[in-house]
């Protein structure tokens, strides 16, 4: 079935480095894949998608790239910080389906 | 311009009862998707509304249903109420078509006792 695998389910940085996020997924006909952030009590918020047709998306210290043959993408945060901790989740969705298949999150803890 | 707004924020009911959630999207937006947080288990895909009709339907017994009304607005209902439905119920909103950014709102927090 459709599934989507998101690793880490944790990550704890110190601000000013980086944080890498990948997500797997399953289902080929795949075609839409956004990345949610969610600080804690609030709504999931949209940061950042991409389509198949792109391999790359950046937006100022945010860039997600994407690898159509093994089914990988992924989301860079550059200059971390400490505003940008809470969940992060991707998600993936195919043509015509209306439905985001999510990841199961992850914790992101930038560090003063 | 207004995002997405849900109501009520909390609502607390007992086993085998039933359950009303409802949903505004985006001015503009004709799709409504409604999603399950439950603690630890992710966001689950319940039901997509477009134009008034069910077009989609993720892995949940009959007894979650909704409807979508002609200002584009949405219903979730969930009847004979478990345990296990205690969730955060997440509506988001899309414009129709073949865009699928997906906008959320704040959620209502079911507790079933």
């Known amino acids: 079935g459709e599934n989507v695998e998101q690793h880490p389910s944790t990550l704890s940085v110190q601000e000013g480095d980086s944080a890498v996020i990948k997500c797997t997924y399953s289902?080929?006909?795949?075609?839409?894949f956004p990345w949610y952030k969610q600080e804690l009590g609030k709504r999931p918020q949209l940061i950042i998608d991409?389509?198949?047709?792109?391999g790359e998306k950046k937006d100022q210290r945010i860039a997600v790239t994407l690898n159509k043959t093994a089914k990988h993408f992924s989301l860079h945060i550059t200059e971390t910080q400490p505003e940008d901790s809470a969940v992060y989740f991707c998600a993936a969705s195919g043509s015509n389906t209306g439905k985001l298949i999510f990841g199961q999150g992850t914790t992101l803890q930038v560090k003063p | 311009e207004a995002g997405v707004t849900q109501s009520p924020t909390h609502l607390i009911k007992t086993r085998g009862q039933q359950a009303t959630l409802r949903c505004s999207p985006i001015?503009?937006?004709?799709?409504v998707y409604w999603y399950q947080q439950a603690l630890g288990l992710g966001l689950q895909f319940l039901l997509w509304y477009d134009e008034g009709e069910e077009r989609n339907r993720g892995n949940f017994p009959p007894r979650f249903s909704g409807r979508q009304f002609p200002n584009y607005s949405s219903e979730l209902n969930v009847n004979a109420l478990e345990l296990e439905d205690s969730a955060l119920y997440l509506c988001a909103s899309s414009l129709g078509g073949t865009y699928n950014e997906q906008f959320f709102g704040p959620g209502t927090r079911l507790t079933v006792l």
């Open positions: 289902d080929s006909a795949s075609n839409y």
């Open positions: 001015s503009g937006h004709t799709s």
């Open positions: 991409i389509r198949s047709n792109v």
